[in-house]
């Protein structure tokens, strides 16, 4: 299937998840997973009329959305991968959501970044909600503390929380966990669920899915 042809289809499935459990499709947002893709992959859903895209790497994103910034102007860049302190004045200046906060280093160097640069980005904290000791995130008991301390100590508003629940487990008590964590930070964004339970997690009130190869095919 060509891309835009994909795009309808998964369209028309958060469509359905959202009337199984009587929410508005608007109150999803559909974040188109680029990484590994080429801008020939990327631009059909541009014309298409798709305006939202993810990026795990910071780098690889420089290399190709500058220049598709310039020609489709209202482009919303997300960040879904780990941030490096190194890398936060240029993830600063080209995303306008990271869903990755999970540490007080990165909190103060994003503060520093988007008042040097007068460029506020959307934030959310990444959780690892497995408690796997390869992934990023913040543990769930430490995260209402530090969502707390992004706000009274860095003035930082976080906006929602983003989990990637381990491979091999069911991931629905993971969205729920994220959905009951998010409940007590009283934050307002859920980014979770990928191409294979997207449909599960909008079940669990994501806010924002974050859709890779079900959209551009295998990596
Ligand atoms: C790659 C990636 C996705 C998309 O994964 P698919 O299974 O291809 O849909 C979602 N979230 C994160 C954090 C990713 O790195």
């Keep these: ?5 994909r795009l309808d289809d998964i369209h028309q499935r958060i469509e359905k998840s959202c009337a199984n459990c009587d929410r508005s499709p608007s ?7 680029s990484k590994t893709f080429d801008t020939d992959a990327i ?3 541009l014309v298409a009329g798709h305006r939202v895209f993810g990026e795990n790497r910071v780098q690889e994103a420089q290399t190709k959305w500058p220049a598709l910034k310039e020609r489709y102007h209202d482009i919303e860049l997300h960040l879904i991968g780990p941030l490096q302190s190194n890398k936060t004045a240029d993830a600063v200046a080209l995303f306008d959501v990271i869903h990755t906060v999970d540490r007080p280093k990165i909190a103060r160097s994003l503060v520093k970044e988007m008042e040097r640069q007068q ?29 707390q301390s992004c706000k009274n100590e860095h003035g930082l508003a976080i906006e929602g929380l983003m989990a990637i629940p381990p491979f091999e487990e069911n991931p629905g008590p993971h969205f729920a966990l994220l959905r009951k964590l998010a409940n007590e930070c009283r934050v307002r964004h859920l980014s979770m ?3 294979a339970d997207f449909e599960t997690a909008i079940e669990f009130g994501a806010s924002m899915v974050r859709v890779g190869s079900a959209l551009f095919g295998d990596r």
């Design 119 to 147: 460029k506020p980005c959307r934030l959310l904290v990444q959780v690892n909600t497995g408690e796997e000791p390869q992934k990023a995130g913040i543990p769930p008991r430490e995260t209402l503390s530090f969502v």
């Design 43 to 45: 631009e059909p859903l």
């Design 1 to 5: 299937m060509a891309g835009h042809h």
């Design 193 to 195: 669920g990928m191409s």
């Design 27 to 33: 109150s999803v947002s559909l974040i188109a997973v």
